[in-house]
């Protein structure tokens, strides 16, 4: 095993790590919607929101550094260049979650000063870590950036994937820097913001998870590196084609020109479409290599990326995208909704199947089968569409509700929270949340036990 | 937009969108097992897209521009699957000529 590849093994465990963090953070947040005097004063909702979503987005950044620290060496057939500085930073990064999730819970806030901002909360949405944490991990993502180049230039290969690849950190790193500046105008603070959220997962994230795929099917159904590669640029050119003008969907009510209605939901309303060929590509795939894989979880994994990603962000996406819907749907409980569902579909779908690469590897099984990962599989599954169809239904009853009958004012947004629909989806979310820590935990479990050794040909004959 | 219209209209979006996504997934399965049944099942999913795009050209408040769209993209839907596996077909082929 390389040593990049331990490196990878310990971004792994950190995110898995995370993973359960935010589930803890995610049900405690769910609670607030109902009993929502809980810990009033001591630890409020929002508090608990930015643990839930800054994990997230920490543990997805941890998994694809981990997927490609895992890959590089075996892509380009030698060690990485600069192992110690990156096994230096795996620690800075580390220590500094742990500092700001201290600070997190226990400082929770300060005055609106510059003070607080360098060292409490910088304020923005999935990225509220304070400035020195963000500097912190502006280095980090710079000495992987650099990682992966040196790497390329000392093999004196390129792949195309690695090109890919290469190409996609540069925005990706630059459009973090906007987690930066200090704006006191909201319109022209949020009109930057969305370039990081929106750039990220709709655009460089997904080509990112694009490049992890590629090399997963290579790796575990043998798919030829010609197909998966120019299938890679068809699927970079359309997701960038209409994923990065449908940024305007997000400039709909922020005080941004009039003009973004039209570009927001025109091209937005393209998204789901290289969505539907990548369904089409990974039916392809799993039928023409099924008989090959020697890793079922990790195949069922893909599958389910796949297939996620094409609903939750898709399905889901498209259904409050053109203005005339979102005017009512906007940051409800719908949003809420497509959040989870998008998220998971694409990225934590992924990030799951290259665990289980991993597992197969370091456990020197040449079948990776048996039953404790279908119970993670089920119940993850299972849970999440559970909540987000509990999501649905309260965003719902809070668009019609609150915004269509009621408009908008507080009392109808104060009565639609009370509304039998609307509570009923909270709980649903909160039930359907356990199932999905319950998956959670089988999933730990899995992947911490060794595997059973199943003989290859059994089990590849076995239907699943 | 009346507050039922909106509901009617988010949901025969969504449906849409499924139901395109039923077709490219019956057709692919149709034509990965060679089960002709597969792909008409798949035919009959695009049949229901392009009628729930006339459902919400026809009965839905949204303005003709979005219509436009609408009707315009289950025409785009009807062609993914096919090209797409065509596609893949012949990069495999070139790639592995004994399969
Ligand atoms: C992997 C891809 C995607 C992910 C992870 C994702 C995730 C999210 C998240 C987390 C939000 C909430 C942002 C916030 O207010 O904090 C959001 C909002 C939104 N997303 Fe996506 N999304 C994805 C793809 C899409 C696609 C393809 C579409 C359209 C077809 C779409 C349409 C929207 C819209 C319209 C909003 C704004 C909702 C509102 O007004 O409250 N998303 N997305
Ligand atoms: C036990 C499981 C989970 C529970 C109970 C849960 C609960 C919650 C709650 C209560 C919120 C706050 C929503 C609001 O502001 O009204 C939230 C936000 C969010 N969660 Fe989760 N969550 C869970 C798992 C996940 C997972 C697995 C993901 C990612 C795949 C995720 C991604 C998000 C995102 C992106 C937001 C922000 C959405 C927005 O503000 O529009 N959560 N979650
Ligand atoms: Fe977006």
């Known amino acids: ?464 | 937009m009346t507050a039922s219209a909106l509901l009617e209209t988010a949901a025969l979006l969504g449906l849409f969108v499924l139901a395109g996504g039923g077709y490219g997934s019956l057709y692919s399965a149709g034509r990965l097992w060679s089960r002709p049944a597969l792909i008409r099942a798949g035919g009959i999913c695009w049949a229901l897209t392009f009628v729930l795009a006339l459902t919400i050209a026809i009965h839905t408040p949204l303005d003709p521009g979005w219509k436009l769209l609408i009707l315009a993209s289950a025409v785009v839907y009807a062609v993914i699957p096919p090209l797409t596996w065509r596609y893949l077909e012949r990069l495999h082929d070139e790639q592995e000529p004994h399969q």
């Open chain 1, 1 to 464: 095993m390389y040593r990049s590849q331990k490196l990878s093994l310990r971004y792994y465990t950190a995110a898995v790590a995370l993973f359960g963090v935010m589930i803890v953070f995610g049900l405690l947040s769910a609670l607030y919607y109902l009993y929502p005097a809980m810990l009033y004063n001591v630890f409020d909702f929002h508090m608990s929101k930015i643990m839930h979503i800054d994990t997230l987005v920490i543990w997805l950044l941890m998994g694809f550094l981990g997927a490609v620290y895992w890959y590089l060496p075996k892509e380009l057939g030698i060690e990485v260049e600069g192992m110690w500085l990156a096994e230096l930073m795996f620690w800075i990064f580390c220590v500094a979650v742990a500092i700001v999730a201290l600070v997190f819970v226990f400082v929770q806030y300060g005055s609106a000063n510059e003070f607080s901002m360098w060292f409490i909360n910088q304020g923005r949405k999935y990225v509220e870590a304070p400035r020195w944490a963000a500097i912190g991990i502006v280095v980090v993502m710079a000495v992987f950036a650099y990682n992966v180049i040196a790497t390329c230039i000392k093999a004196r290969k390129m792949t195309g994937i690695m090109w890919v690849l290469v190409l996609d950190l540069i925005p990706l790193l630059a459009v973090y820097l906007d987690a930066f500046p200090a704006v006191t105008n909201m319109s022209v603070d949020l009109y930057w913001w969305w370039w990081l959220v929106h750039m990220w997962v709709e655009s460089t994230w997904e080509v990112l998870i694009g490049c992890v795929m590629a090399l997963v099917l290579m790796d575990v159904m043998g798919t030829s590196r010609r197909i998966v590669e120019t299938w890679l640029y068809i699927e970079v050119m359309l997701v960038l084609g209409a994923g990065i003008l449908g940024l305007g969907h997000h400039y709909f009510w922020i005080g941004t020109p009039q003009y973004w209605l039209g570009i927001g939901g025109f091209f937005s309303a393209l998204e789901p479409l290289p969505l539907l060929g990548m369904v089409v590509h990974a039916i392809y795939d799993a039928g023409t290599h099924r008989m090959k894989t020697t890793n079922q979880p990790a195949f069922f994994w893909i599958t389910a990326e796949a297939f996620g990603n094409f609903i939750g962000a898709g399905i889901w996406g498209f259904m409050m995208t053109l203005p005339q819907i979102n005017l009512f749907s906007h940051g409800t409980q719908w949003t809420v909704s497509h959040g989870h569902f998008a998220f998971y579909g694409a990225y934590v779908c992924g990030i799951i199947a290259v665990l289980y690469v991993a597992k197969q590897q370091t456990s020197g099984v040449d079948m990776l089968a048996g039953r404790a990962w279908k119970w993670g599989f089920g119940l993850l599954n299972f849970g999440m569409v559970g909540m987000v169809m509990g999501l649905l239904l309260a965003g719902m009853a809070q668009a019609f509700y609150g915004r269509a009958i009621g408009g908008s004012t507080l009392m109808a947004f104060t009565s639609a929270s009370e509304n039998a629909w609307f509570v009923s989806g909270m709980w649903a979310r909160l039930f359907f949340g356990f199932v999905f820590a319950a998956g959670y935990v089988v999933l730990v479990y899995d992947l911490l036990t060794a595997p059973k050794r199943v003989p290859v040909t059994r089990a590849r004959l076995e239907p699943a």
